[in-house]
């Protein structure tokens, strides 16, 4: 309680004045936690209700005069922050970390951040600055990775399928034979996801009927061809249990090709009704004309 407490004031002074973000150079060295990776649960996230990590992750900060030094100097005050997700390059863009638990200085002259059940949107870069007084001390980047975890988009079937957590189903997709379709995969994940497209699992290449750009594929003029299985495959690479790992997650889009004429077949019906309608009426009403001129003629005979 008294840490937290202390923690708030020490971010409510660092936040007063121009020092939200530092602009002046550190006196000493940042030195922070190597790379840190979330294990997400499965291939698929929303924004607004992101997917919860499988593990915990702690970040730590300290301040040292030099790097071999054996301990951290003094500090009385920090400010953490984040870089925008999914795009980690921004330094303006960085925001103040509100949402996860930071400590205070430990007697080590460390700080942490712990984060507890963290989102899939808690990947990305971190940063942070420590003070002694008025001395601006040191700066620490820090890196949490991530492999790729698709985005569902609003509107947008995204099903995990049992068993292979990191290959998605993206549903059907039905285009009137001639139109155009647009898929797309967006995937958060850190360092940000490379994306490879595949038609019935051969690479498709950028051209005039396939427009490739990152995670958004548009197809044009579509016709029976292209009726097939597509694939977007989403890839990065980074240290993890001390080996350079590539990870992958795909999703597999189904699409379909309805003929332009399809509208036809139900006008096709409907005529034929029609036609099969007035030749039963016409059947019918010459059958009466007839029965009625065969009863005309019999009428002399049964006056006989
Ligand atoms: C995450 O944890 C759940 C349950 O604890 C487990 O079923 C699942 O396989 C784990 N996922 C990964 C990707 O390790
Ligand atoms: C990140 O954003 C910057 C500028 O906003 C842009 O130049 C860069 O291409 C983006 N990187 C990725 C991987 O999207
Ligand atoms: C500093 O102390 C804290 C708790 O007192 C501990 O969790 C942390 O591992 C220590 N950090 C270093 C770098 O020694
Ligand atoms: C795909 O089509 C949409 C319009 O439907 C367009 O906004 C977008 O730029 C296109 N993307 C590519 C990669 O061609
Ligand atoms: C389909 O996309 C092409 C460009 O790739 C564009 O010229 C055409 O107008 C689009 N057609 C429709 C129906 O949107």
Redesign the pocket.
Known sequence: MVLRLTLVLALTIGLVGANRIPTTKPLENGVGSPALVL????GKTTLKHPTIA?NSISLFCGSKKNIEDSTYSEIDRVLWSKYPTPNTTNVLEAKEVTEFEATAPASNNTVSLNINKPPATAVGKYRCDLWKGDEYKATGNLMVYMRPVFIQEENMRLDVIEGS??ELNGGGYTTVEGGNLSLTCRALGNPEPIYKWEMNGKPIKNDKKFSIRNHVMNISGVSEVDRSEYKCIATNTFTKDGREQTFTSTVTFNVRIKSKLAWLWPLLVIIVTAILLAVIIIACEYRRKKHERNTRDLEPEEDD
């Open positions: 294990e997400p649960r499965n499988n957590p990191f």
